[in-house]
């Protein structure tokens, strides 16, 4: 592998990336289309809502969403939807969060849909309200989560209810929307990683939910600190209200009408709780690129060549004693075919977790997915290329050479 990258340069490990789009090592390789667009986008200046308007614009025609907006990652997405479905138009509370006494400050989410991301939803003064139970993994039949415990726990106080969107997770997304509209309460839909396919970015917009939550530096190959959110145009506006700049003169202060309506509003909001959480010129140049590009590409092709380097590598492995592969299908928590390799240490002579750790250690240093640890490792050929795929391939065999 070439050791001149800049991170070399300054000192440090690069990574060769077989896990996947992870932010921990810097997210997908970004497209030279948006590289091209953030370097052009540093010698010039541009009204920030202006540019975002533009994006607006553009994320509709791609989702069917009324509106859209670029935030800085998908977790900011969240944030920001969170404190629309919060705040509304009412510049008074978009003031007072993360505060939310007095404010209908809950959100309604299944507990079997609790991650650690949910924080983003906290963090703009949201109190989760959990519902369910995980009675389904008792093997009895029953359902984590059903519509009917949803409807009993949004009161006048609920802001919004939550919903991670990955194959496996129930009720359906149609269901939960229309328990939740019964009620005239937003869904918030978290699909950071969900595409591909590309058909995810209309898909969550037609099942009824009212903002979804998208990551710009995973498969779009955007820029690592870019998400988006789609959906409602009020929530949208509200978005941009509590994240754009807002140290302005009333007098002059003219947002663009289609983003932001000033009327509704009736003053120029403070800064709102999503300042901390600005996406720069370059950013919205090279996302904007980048999602044209992404809607263009063929996917049906990239499938095929994702899963050509995941056979490569399994055809290597199956051959050496311990070792069991298996490529998934693109329906589990992946949107790849990624490899798992199951190890069985006594015959291998050595583990699954030693062999991730020992990969890392190397210089450059080989990311492989730990997930599914002790028991087995998997390669996401996602950022890989053919070059580096041989790379991991000859870096994984010479584990049980050793």
């Avoid at 440090?12 to 921990?24: D, H, I, L, Q």
């Avoid at 490569?312 to 949107?335: E, F, H, P, Q, Y």
Wanted: net charge negative; charged share 25%; aromatic share 4%.
């Amino acid at each position: 592998m070439p050791d001149d990258t800049i991170y070399e340069d300054l000192g440090v490990p690069s990574v060769v990336n077989a896990t996947g789009t992870k932010t921990r090592i810097g997210g997908s390789r970004i497209r030279p289309e948006a590289v091209d667009a953030m370097n052009r986008a540093a010698d010039a200046f541009v009204r920030l809502s202006d540019l975002q308007a533009r994006a607006s614009d553009l994320i509709a025609d791609v989702t069917g969403a009324q509106a859209g907006y670029v935030t800085s990652g998908a977790a900011a997405a969240l944030a920001l939807g969170a404190a629309a479905c919060i705040a509304g138009d009412d510049i008074g509370a978009m003031a007072q969060l993360p505060d939310t006494e007095g404010l209908p400050g809950e959100i309604v989410m299944a507990r079997t849909h609790r991650t650690g991301y949910d924080h983003a939803l906290r963090a703009a003064g949201a109190r989760i309200v959990d519902v369910g139970t995980n009675d389904h993994h008792l093997g009895t039949g029953a359902q984590n989560v059903e519509p009917w415990e949803y409807a009993d726990a949004i009161t006048e106080d609920t802001a919004a209810v939550a919903y991670v969107q990955k194959p496996y997770t129930e009720p359906s997304l149609e269901a939960v929307c229309d328990v939740a509209h019964d009620h005239n309460v937003p869904v918030v839909v978290d699909a950071a990683a969900e595409l591909p396919p590309v058909t995810n970015l209309e898909a969550f917009i037609n099942a009824g939910a009212d903002l979804v939550a998208f990551s710009g530096g995973k498969a779009i190959r955007g820029p690592q600190t870019t998400g988006f959110l789609a959906g409602r145009a009020a929530l949208v506006s509200s978005v941009a209200a509590q994240h754009l700049d807002m140290h302005a003169a009333e007098a002059v202060w003219e947002p663009p009408t289609t983003l932001v309506d000033p009327e509704a509003l009736g003053g120029v909001p403070r800064q709102g709780i999503g300042r901390p959480m600005k996406v720069g010129k370059e950013e919205l140049a090279g996302f904007i690129r980048a999602l044209d590009a992404f809607k263009a590409e063929d996917h049906d092709a990239r499938q095929r060549e994702w899963r050509a380097r995941s056979e490569r590598i399994a055809a290597t492995l199956d051959s050496v004693a311990g070792v069991r592969t298996s490529i998934t299908a693109a329906d589990k928590t992946a949107v790849a075919p990624e490899l798992t390799v199951t190890v069985e240490a006594g015959s291998a002579g050595i583990s699954a977790t030693e062999i991730v750790g020992a990969l890392r250690r190397e210089e450059p240093r080989v990311f492989v997915g730990a997930d599914d640890l002790p028991e087995a490792f998997t390669v996401n050929p996602m950022c890989l290329t053919d070059e580096e795929t041989t790379y991991v391939d000859e870096r994984i065999r010479a584990q049980f050479d050793a």
